[in-house]
């Protein structure tokens, strides 16, 4: 079972976003920093979400159960509910990325329990702005 975690980080002024992936497979944690093209948080949730699940696919097949974990409630409910009013694309995106896999498990957590993806998403933002 792999678990990933993704979390996203937005200068209020700027609008420079960037995100934090996190990816544990057997144990190992693969850990990526990335800048983001959204200028606002939810559009860098979802790309953030897109993202991790675009770079999955390096690290292990497509027969494999993935745990995701988001502390975004827009992403998690979008993803349970495969609809957002103003997100569809990025929706549907991420539905098709997730498809590769034998099973996804879509998980809410909270701030806290998002710890590695939320301090990579910081250190991220600052590594690119």
Same mark, same amino acid.
């Given at each position: $079972?792999?678990?990933?975690?993704?979390?996203?980080?937005? $200068?209020?002024?700027?609008?420079?976003?960037?995100?934090?992936?996190?990816?544990?497979?057997?144990g190992k +944690?693969? +850990?990526?920093?990335?800048?983001?093209?959204?200028?606002?948080?939810?559009?860098?949730?979802?790309?953030?979400?897109?993202?991790?699940f675009k770079?999955?696919?390096?690290?292990?097949?497509?027969?494999?159960?993935?745990?995701?974990?988001?502390?975004?409630?827009?992403?998690?409910?979008?993803?349970?509910?495969?609809?957002?009013?103003?997100?569809?694309?990025?929706?549907?995106?991420?539905?098709?990325?997730?498809?590769?896999?034998?099973?996804?498990?879509?998980?809410?957590?909270?701030?806290?329990?998002?710890?590695?993806?939320?301090?990579?998403?910081?250190?991220?933002?600052?590594?690119?702005?």
């Open positions: $079972m792999i678990k990933l975690y993704t979390d996203a980080a937005t $200068m209020n002024i700027s609008g420079k976003s960037a995100a934090g992936i996190l990816i544990i497979i057997d +944690q693969h +850990q990526i920093k990335a800048p983001l093209e959204a200028t606002d948080n939810h559009s860098a949730e979802f790309e953030a979400c897109s993202l991790g770079l999955l696919d390096q690290y292990r097949s497509s027969k494999e159960i993935v745990c995701y974990y988001t502390d975004s409630k827009i992403v998690y409910q979008s993803l349970e509910k495969n609809y957002a009013k103003h997100y569809q694309s990025q929706v549907d995106a991420i539905k098709l990325s997730q498809a590769k896999y034998q099973i996804v498990i879509n998980n809410w957590i909270p701030d806290k329990k998002n710890e590695g993806a939320h301090k990579l998403a910081q250190q991220a933002l600052h590594k690119f702005y």
